[in-house]
């Protein structure tokens, strides 16, 4: 059954990625982008992280496509279409990308990783997934999700102060 | 049972298909979205190490990959919109100001 739904998933993923790659429109670009992250999230709860799922759903599908949404109406899409898609020396990077592939993928075969940790998946079981999480971040990570708040704070006005029109005095 | 090794395929090929997105493309919201998608690739293989090892630190890794890729897209889309004001409009190959 796992076998199965990890196929599913795995193919939607590839495709949806090539078609995000791909699409001349960028809404359908946006469009398989939403649905990419669906399935990213049924992968996630394959691998026993239920709250990852739904972060990816909240976060992904709800907020950072909806900003890409709202980028879209600055552009002219009329003429956007009429437009080429992919720069002129778009072979050159199609070789590195492959080149890439065939590198990394020889390289993956001979990963083999002993398990043996603390979060087995009847640990998660019992404890829930959002606990056990939880538990690592404020215990051992509390330092690093101060500083990922205060990269949130900047990022904030950092977007307010570049988006905003220049006064004039 | 899948092993570890059909996730790590996977992610690198979305992870390739990200990158060539992200060199090919004119347009600089595709252009992120292939920024978003080699994240998300990243963010399969180590929720998938993670699940594997049996080990919690690579999921809270990617947790912090999803905060900084949010406060990536909020200052990749205004730096947009602050281009989009100029002429280049938001073709990359456009932008040439800076050019020497």
Known sequence: MTELFFGYFALAIVALSLAVVTAKHPMHCVLSMLILFLHIAGLYVLLNAEFLAVVQVIVYAGAILVLFLFAIMVLNVKEELKLEIFIGSWPVAVAAGLALFTMLFATFRSVTIPAGGRATVDYIRTVTHSRALGREIFVNYILPFEVVSIILLVAIIGAIVLAKKKLKD | ?100
């Not at chain 2, 998608?37 to 890794?61: K, P, T």
């Not at chain 2, 949010?70 to 200052?75: G, M, S, T």
């Open chain 2, 1 to 100: 049972m899948v092993g570890l090794n059909a996730y790590m395929w996977l992610s690198l090929a979305v992870f390739t298909i990200g990158m060539i997105g992200f060199l090919t493309r004119r347009n600089i919201i595709v252009i992120f979205m292939s920024i978003e998608l080699m994240l998300n690739a990243v963010n399969i293989n180590l929720v998938a190490l993670s699940h594997f090892i049996e080990d919690l630190n690579g999921q809270v890794l990617a947790f912090f990959v999803i905060a900084v890729a949010a406060a990536e897209a909020a200052i990749g889309l205004a730096i947009l919109i602050a281009l989009s004001r100029t002429k280049a409009g938001c073709h990359v190959d456009e932008a040439t100001e800076m050019k020497g």
